[in-house]
């Protein structure tokens, strides 16, 4: 089936060039659902737009205020210089091309410009990995960082962040559009259109794909054990990712049915008195509810006083921890 058009003009060649290079490399991995044109001459995209129906235009101010008719379904502005054209839809020209990428492909969802997007037949292709531990203040989410930044070098990965007060925004210095909650929503369009979504919403850092968490506490508490596992099941159905790693709370309905799900549960243990008292008491609840085979599945985790951390989630791929994680990796997963 033909793909839709998506035309690009910029009179500067470099950044033309920079963003054909980036959307070549989206289409050859994960099947970017546009096919693209990218002109740096004005009148030879006007050309193009009379002769071809452009689904998505996204076109730099400065060339966009030299004509009042450009012909395609959508348009999208490529801010220069503060805020661009009243009553269209915009995005700031000098960021990361992921950014502008999210921002073209939540648009093309929101708008219905792209058909339903072709799903994975078989279930069971990507590895759920539970990171959990009844024990606060563990080290739980840097490790989890650690674990999906040093799988993402070979494998596509997806982190979730599953906690009440994540403070991801704050520790990545990054403002988030959307969050895991509009995830869940866009659940019950039903359109066929949830990868495109997805792809609207997702955060790189270093290699590792995310959803920002969810910035309510009680929007999180809200989200029922049927959504989340039909969240997990749409994911999966995208055939966008091999693993999956779950950054667990007892924020969450269905905690315990989700590890069901997991193929791995990493729990970090402590030593002291209290620490201990708390795993004790979550195994033996474990035992309580006929759930042994998240035990079973489990593999406890005793992270040593490190010296020194990386500075920021975006270097954990480096240090004591990385080192640590990197054997779990080959020991659990057999990757070398």
């Known amino acids: 089936m033909k793909k839709n058009i998506l035309a690009v003009c910029d009179r500067e060649q470099e950044f033309a060039c920079h963003l054909t290079d980036y959307l070549s490399l989206l289409m050859a991995k994960d099947g970017f659902p546009f096919e693209v044109q990218v002109f740096t001459s004005p009148d030879?995209?006007?050309?193009?737009?009379?002769?071809?129906?452009v689904s998505f235009l996204l076109i730099t101010e400065s060339v966009y205020r030299l004509e009042t008719d450009w012909e395609a379904d959508q348009i999208l502005i490529l801010e220069e210089c503060g805020e661009g054209p009243p009553g269209?839809?915009?995005?700031?020209?000098?960021?990361?091309?992921?950014?502008?990428?999210?921002?073209?492909?939540?648009?093309?969802?929101?708008?219905?410009?792209?058909?339903?997007?072709?799903?994975?037949?078989?279930?069971?292709?990507?590895?759920?990995?539970?990171?959990?531990?009844?024990?606060?203040?563990?080290?739980?989410?840097?490790?989890?960082?650690?674990?999906?930044?040093?799988?993402?070098?070979?494998?596509?990965?997806?982190y979730l962040n599953f906690e009440s007060y994540s403070g991801l925004a704050r520790m990545l210095q990054r403002e988030f559009r959307t969050d895991l909650s509009d995830l869940i929503y866009f659940l019950h369009n039903g359109d066929g259109r949830f990868p495109y979504r997805l792809e609207g919403m997702v955060q790189k850092v270093n290699g590792l794909d995310f959803i920002p968490p969810v910035f309510s506490c009680m929007d999180l508490q809200r989200v029922e054990k049927e959504e989340w596992l039909q969240l997990f099941e749409e994911l999966e159905l995208t055939g966008r990712y091999e693993y999956i790693l779950l950054d667990l709370s007892?924020?969450?309905?269905?905690?315990?049915?989700?590890?069901?799900?997991?193929?791995?549960?990493?729990?970090?243990t402590r030593d002291d008195?209290?620490?201990?008292?708390?795993?004790?008491?979550?195994?033996?609840?474990?035992?309580?509810?006929?759930?042994?085979?998240?035990?079973?599945?489990?593999?406890?985790?005793?992270?040593?006083?490190?010296?020194?951390?990386?500075?920021?989630?975006?270097?954990?791929?480096?240090?004591?921890?990385?080192?640590?994680?990197?054997?779990?990796?080959?020991?659990?997963?057999?990757?070398?």
């Not at 030879?44 to 071809?52: A, I, P, R, V």
């Not at 269905?254 to 791995?264: E, H, P, Q, S, V």
């Open 44 to 53: 030879k995209l006007k050309q193009f737009c009379k002769d071809s129906r």
């Open 88 to 158: 269209l839809d915009t995005v700031n020209k000098y960021q990361s091309m992921d950014n502008i990428v999210r921002r073209i492909m939540e648009i093309a969802a929101d708008r219905g410009i792209l058909p339903p997007a072709t799903r994975s037949q078989r279930l069971g292709n990507v590895q759920l990995i539970g990171i959990y531990t009844p024990v606060r203040r563990c080290l739980q989410t840097t490790f989890s960082f650690t674990l999906g930044q040093l799988l993402a070098r070979r494998h596509k990965v997806l």
């Open 250 to 268: 007892e924020a969450i309905q269905g905690l315990f049915d989700i590890l069901k799900l997991c193929t791995r549960v990493y729990t970090i």
């Open 273 to 336: 008195g209290f620490a201990a008292a708390k795993q004790e008491q979550y195994e033996e609840l474990l035992r309580c509810l006929d759930c042994e085979e998240i035990l079973e599945k489990t593999r406890k985790c005793r992270l040593p006083l490190f010296r020194q951390l990386p500075a920021g989630l975006e270097n954990m791929t480096r240090g004591e921890l990385a080192v640590l994680v990197q054997e779990l990796i080959r020991e659990d997963w057999k990757e070398e």
